[in-house]
């Protein structure tokens, strides 16, 4: 009888489970309220509105140079922002925006030395605070990491504390390594050729490190969770939304990211140099916490522990956590076991 | 088959998804190795070359026939969009100047005023 209502059922179900994915772009995505407060080329610096704001240091999140920013605002009850503004924390936050053509020329120069620097600066004028938190994921981390190891004139001395998410700084044991490290692999050539690399084809890398599981697992477990009549359209289809948006990686930046990360480990060797200045980790003093994920495929653990070795941070904390390189601090059970502790973390070292 | 879930053991339903399941998890292991070896690494890098050649020839065959037909091409909006991107650039810097200048001569303002 059970087989038979299944059968029965399956026209339905497939209905529905082709509705979710052809509507996934309906998805509402960075749905708190926000004013745009600075703008240079394409990055835009956002303020969100509260009227809870009780702590006085601002947080500046700053995401990587791949997919979107909205990732740390993804759905009402999902959000990391909403969450933060609740607990009370004036929330600031930079967007890449959408990398073009024009953009080829943009390396991790610009990005550390000019946008993350000025958006800086910008998040202090408009909060009236004289320091800040900066808080990066994943590449955002890895510029955040690099601008406080900045040689220079001491402007890191404004970040007071600094969070880490899933960060990765020497990625040379990856599978990444293993596709793009080798000689044989010309990414200057490559970014020449594009000039900025198109946002679909890093997501089919990302996607190809696990290609079952992205490729069909996902879909199929979809369909599954459809027939069983467990699916949430509303955790899904935001999450999905934000996998397909992908902009475009300027090809300077990315073949400077290839040879940062993936070929010499620099970074973490301390021969990393923007504009004539030396980029050195041990120059970190900030309060400093790092979240790690145990299943992080994208940047894996091993790629971020040489950060404990370099830091001259007294104040360091290591939360590491069951959980992938986005689901642990996007995935629906961050509210309950991740965000609290950042919370908490943040409220120890945001009073004056 | 109901009888036999109702004793409380797995049906042939759940197992024949478990026996699914456990497939497409070897599946996926040997996939992910596969992806982790050097000479997959090796026939991707050269794929990508290719497309990027062969976007770049597109690229720019469109751009001369534009070019040909007096219209201006993706390269020459590009080129504007540049131009414009480094006047942007310029105005940020002069922005942030007489935004510290201001902020000095307020500062000097509340000293003297103080004083």
Known sequence: VNVLVRIARAPLDALELANILLTTDDAVLGATPRDAVWTHRATTLYRYRSSLREHPIPLLLVFALINRPEIFDLRP?????????????????????????????????????????????ETLRCSGADELTLVGWCIG???????????????????????????????????????VGSPAFDAERIAEQF???????????????KPVTNFWTSYRRLGQSVADGSARRDVYQPMARWIADNPNFPGRAWAE??????????????????????????????????????????????????????????DVTHFDRAGGHIGLIAGSAARRE?????????????HE | VLSVADNGKPTGEDQLRALYEQAESATAQAMEDVVAKRSFGRMLAMATENVAALTRMTADLADLTLRNLRIASRADITRLARALGRTEDKLERVLQEIE???????????????R
């Open chain 1, 338 to 350: 991740l965000w609290p502790d950042i919370a908490a973390w943040l409220v120890e070292r945001s």
């Open chain 1, 195 to 209: 000039r900025v690399l198109p946002g679909g084809m890093v997501d089919i890398a990302n996607k190809l490190l």
């Open chain 1, 141 to 179: 981390a890895t510029l955040c990491a690099m601008y406080c190891g900045l040689d220079g004139d001491g402007e890191q001395t404004a970040v007071r504390n600094l969070m880490l998410l899933t960060m990765p700084i020497d990625g040379r044991s990856s599978t990444y390594a293993s596709w």
């Open chain 1, 257 to 314: 990211w290839i040879a940062l990360m993936y070929r010499d480990g620099a970074l973490a060797d301390g021969r990393t140099r923007l504009r004539g200045r030396s980029v050195d980790l041990r120059r970190i003093e900030q309060n400093l916490l790092v979240v790690t994920a145990a299943a992080d495929h994208i940047a894996p653990r091993e790629g971020t522990m040489p950060i404990f070795e370099l830091v001259a941070s007294h």
């Open chain 1, 77 to 121: 009850g999902g959000s990391l922002v909403e969450f933060l503004i609740e607990e009370g924390f004036d929330v600031f936050l930079v967007d890449w925006g959408y990398p073009d053509e024009e953009d080829a020329d943009m390396g991790l120069d610009d990005y550390v030395c000019d946008e993350l620097h000025w958006a800086i600066r």
């Open chain 2, 100 to 114: 510290s200048l201001r902020d000095e001569l307020a500062a000097e303002r509340s000293k003297s005023g103080a």
